[in-house]
């Protein structure tokens, strides 16, 4: 700044340039498009389309008997083999299942039941799972045991605990529980499925 001169003017004509603006302009962040960033720190809630996880869809498939044996007239036992069709119906999250167990009663008495340790499925996938339920034993009075006619309804619960797993949302376990309607016992083991099979499925 040798001679007082800044750009060719004299230091005392030098006046700074006008502001762009009358006043300063105050930074506002632009809110994430939850469509592009569902993952956003912004406070937000997520967009639902990843947050509404759906529960599995269960079926029971089909089910069949093997080792019948009747005793004392009054009872007959056998092996129930059942085959469940479950689908996963999320596109982002696949489903881990674990302490799964499937259980017969009759009215409110638990006659059986059958564990399977562990079940994956990853996004939109089905698969089928078996459980063996050995030694169910089923009660009919005396006069009936040879009356194919007769029969005793069973309904079979399916239980287990489930984790939905996405980048999307919070790991949280949660207890599942599958109402999967009747089977209808005719002697001597003859079985059958009623309705139509899908499992009423409830998630807590």
């Not at 800044?6 to 469509?35: I, L, N």
């Not at 459980?131 to 006069?143: A, M, P, R, W």
């Not at 949280?172 to 209808?184: I, M, Y």
């Amino acid at each position: 700044m040798a001679n007082g001169v800044v750009m060719g003017f004299p230091a005392d004509r030098f006046e700074p340039p006008p502001p762009r603006y009358e006043e300063e302009p105050t930074f506002v962040p632009a809110t994430p498009d939850p469509e592009l960033f569902p993952c956003s720190n912004s406070g937000q809630k997520l967009h639902p389309l990843y947050n509404s996880d759906s529960a599995p869809i269960i079926q029971m498939e089909s089910i069949t008997s093997s080792n019948i044996a009747s005793s004392n007239n009054t009872t007959i036992s056998a092996n129930w083999h059942l085959t469940f069709s479950l689908k996963n119906p999320n596109k982002f999250a696949s489903i881990h299942y674990k302490k799964i167990q499937v259980s017969v009663f009759n009215e409110d008495k638990r006659l059986s039941y059958g564990d399977v340790d562990y079940f994956y499925q990853g996004k939109r996938e089905e698969g089928r799972m078996n459980v063996e339920i050995s030694g169910l034993v089923v009660k009919l009075e005396k006069q009936k045991m040879n009356d194919a006619s007769e029969m005793v309804l069973i309904y079979v619960i399916l239980d287990a605990v489930v984790l939905l797993e996405s980048k999307f949302t919070k790991i949280r376990w949660q207890v599942l529980e599958a109402n999967c309607g009747d089977v209808k016992v005719r002697p001597p083991m003859s079985l059958k499925l009623d309705g139509s099979r899908r499992c009423n499925v409830n998630l807590q």
